[in-house]
């Protein structure tokens, strides 16, 4: 048995990142207040790396996402492994270019011939009214993509092993943080290594009724866990923890099992990531099934400010409750 | 322009490298014109017809490991950087024996091997990461320099900017090359930028930048100097501006209506490479029959590189699988 430490998630990731630079001098860090003089970035979770590293590995960059991206895909072409922080998922949407056309697709542009081994870590999440510019999740317009995968852990033990998998990686990963998932709390083992790209986590077993989810839905989803016993709802909780490329093997072996199906995600239910692994149920296992599989997403507007309205755009843990009471009716 | 009357000049050495460059450049781009015209490419292909002064002299000063990053009107770039001709040649014909395997084609041609790192599609995309792979050379503590090139057009859009504030601030070893000839797709240049040289532009971000004739193998010879230079001496990047012309229109099937007549046809008539050949000759550093034999061995290693690309294999479809990820996508 390894000793458990305790952390949260903003440490977790900060432990990852000094093994990993310990480990391998080619890894870099770069982004927008990240040396430690600018605070370690934006909730802090790059803090004592460019002291302990050099801020020739650790650099602060001027607010210019374009240029933040395409120095990390020329320097892994050159063969270094950086880290880039775009402080919030939103201005990814400024950088598109180059992580789309050009970090997701050069591997297979060049015949194989380049491989572009970038992380890039981003904060997102609404419940801290941020409002409309500032706490989209995104990762849907990512998972579209070939070429690039996207990861979002909800404990710190799957943050610390998952962001060693994506320094390692030989492409592209978007690696997602929350609020909610960062300052949670939880056990780390102190030896905890890397954890396998693309594979879920059942993060509580049970008999009656899948629920796919991933992030900070994932604590909602465990929030909601007692009120689903009081109903005698016995729920499996399927962390899918890398939203791109997913887990097919885990998700359908637990909706073969249960046969009844929700998917809970921040992002924007239509055309969100639950509507591909809706699909996919459906067309894996159609004469399985108790009922249509579920889906549960934002509404489609903007994130709104008012506490009373962003409450309602979450996916709340009541909510989840009333759908999975529905999937059982 | 070559302010300097103490300017490193080109001798007979130097100028014969560039017309070799610039040679292989036109006789290659005249073979795909063909090739496309008799139905045998079918690409997008934008030709660098009437720009070769600009990468056959920079490529002059570059070493085998220093690298380019260039844009969809690049071919010129890399033949200039030593890119081999068979596999680019499989590579425009869509065959497996391509430097990408047929999977990028034209637009995106790459060949790390001879530092053709990045060609891309996107207006202004080349710059941003030029930028990283300069980091990677600093860091490397080697004294590698990297070209990004892109065209008049591109320095209005953002990664322009942020590119060159960042180049700046970190001192990398990168030269701006900005081939200036004179259009954005059909756009005159001053429709679309707001200053009379781009390379003024260069003050903004505490950079040297500099206006040269791009169809002069002097000017560009001092220029392209001083640069690389300061590029490997660590003190950081400079922007050229490149004037030249563009003489095939935006891409291949570009009918030239929104073009002043009189003034391409005076362009043309200045062509930059029969010049360079009658001034080898006047300044006694080849002979017609040395030239000429120059000329029929790089058609020579065209045709052949031609046939190679004719023959090579067209990829299977497994090919969609591979290369998406490290690891092969499952059927
Ligand atoms: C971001 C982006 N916008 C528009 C285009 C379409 N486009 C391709 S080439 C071009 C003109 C670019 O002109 P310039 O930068 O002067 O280069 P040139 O083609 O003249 O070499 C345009 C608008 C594009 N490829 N990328």
């Not at chain 2, 430097?99 to 637009?107: A, R, S, Y």
């Amino acid at each position: 048995m390894s000793v458990m430490l305790q952390m949260n998630g903003i440490q977790a990731i900060n432990a990852a990142m000094v093994e990993a630079m310990e480990a391998d001098p080619k890894v870099l860090v770069l982004g927008e207040d990240i040396a430690d003089p600018q605070g370690g970035g934006v909730t802090g979770t790059m803090k004592g790396l460019s002291t302990r590293f050099g801020e020739h590995r650790v650099r602060t960059t001027p607010i210019s996402e374009q240029a933040i991206i395409g120095a990390a895909i020329g320097a892994a072409l050159g063969g270094y492994k950086p880290v880039a922080e775009i402080m919030l998922m939103n201005f990814t949407t400024v950088a598109m270019d180059m992580i789309f056309n050009h970090a997701a697709k050069l591997r297979f542009m060049s015949g194989g011939q380049s491989q572009v081994p970038i992380t890039i870590r981003t904060l997102t999440g609404a419940g801290w009214q941020t409002a409309g510019q500032h706490c989209d999740h995104l990762e849907g317009w990512f998972a579209h993509a070939a070429g690039i995968k996207v990861i979002a852990a909800s404990s710190p033990a799957d943050m610390k092993g998952l962001m060693l998998s994506c320094i390692q990686d030989p492409d592209p990963c978007l690696f997602i943080e929350t609020g909610m998932t960062l300052f949670s709390p939880g056990e780390v083992p102190a030896d905890q290594g890397p954890i396998p790209l693309g594979k879920a986590k059942v993060a509580v077993s049970g008999s009656d009724i899948t629920i796919v989810t991933w992030a900070a839905q994932t604590i909602r989803c465990m929030m909601a866990l007692q009120a689903l016993g009081e109903a005698g709802i016995s729920a499996e909780i399927v962390d899918l923890r890398t939203i791109s490329p997913w887990d097919k093997e885990t998700v359908l072996a637990s909706a073969a099992k249960t046969g009844r199906v929700m998917i809970a995600h921040e992002a924007v239910r239509d055309f969100g990531p639950g509507a591909e692994i809706a699909a996919t149920i459906h067309e894996e296992l159609f004469g399985q099934l108790k009922k249509p599989v579920k889906r549960l997403g934002a509404p489609k507007c903007a994130v709104p400010f008012a506490k009373v309205l962003e409450d309602a755009y979450l996916v709340q843990p009541d909510d989840i409750v009333a759908a999975a009471k529905a999937l059982m009716g | 322009m070559a302010e300097q009357s103490n300017a490193p000049k080109p001798d007979a050495q130097a100028l014969l490298d560039i017309f070799r460059r610039m040679v292989r450049i036109e006789r290659n781009d005249d073979a795909i014109r063909t090739a496309m015209r008799r139905g045998r490419i079918t690409a997008p292909y934008y030709s660098g017809r009437g720009q070769e002064v600009i990468p056959a002299t920079i490529s002059h000063f570059l070493n085998d490991d220093d690298q380019i990053c260039t844009i969809y009107r690049g071919i010129h770039d890399m033949v200039a950087k030593g890119i081999p001709l068979r596999p680019l040649w499989a590579e425009i014909s869509g065959k497996v024996d391509g430097t990408c395997k047929g999977k990028g084609g034209p637009m995106h041609l790459t060949h790390p091997e001879t530092g053709v790192m990045v060609t891309t599609g996107i207006v202004g995309s080349s710059m941003p990461i030029a930028n990283g792979l300069g980091w990677a050379a600093k860091l490397d503590g080697s004294k590698r320099v990297v070209v990004a090139y892109f065209g008049d057009g591109a320095s209005n859009i953002g990664a322009f900017h942020e590119a060159l504030n960042l180049a700046s601030l970190w001192k990398l070893p990168v030269l701006f090359v900005c081939q200036n000839n004179g259009f954005g797709e059909h756009t005159r240049y001053e429709i679309a930028t707001s200053v009379d040289k781009i390379s003024t532009r260069a003050v903004s971000y505490n950079m040297p930048g500099f206006t040269v004739n791009g169809n002069d193998p002097d000017d560009m010879y001092a220029h392209v100097h001083a640069a690389v230079a300061r590029a490997r001496a660590g003190e950081g990047p400079t922007l050229l501006e490149c004037k030249t012309f563009r003489f095939l229109g935006h891409l291949i099937g570009d009918d030239d209506f929104y073009m002043d007549k009189a003034e391409k046809e005076a362009a043309m008539a200045k062509d930059p490479l029969p010049r360079l050949r009658a001034r080898l000759i006047a300044e006694g550093h080849a002979s017609e029959a040395d030239l000429d034999k120059l000329i029929a061995d790089i058609e020579a290693e065209i045709a052949d590189a031609q046939e190679y690309g004719a023959n090579s294999p067209t990829p299977s479809r497994d090919e969609l699988r591979r290369d998406v990820f490290a690891e092969e996508m499952p059927a």
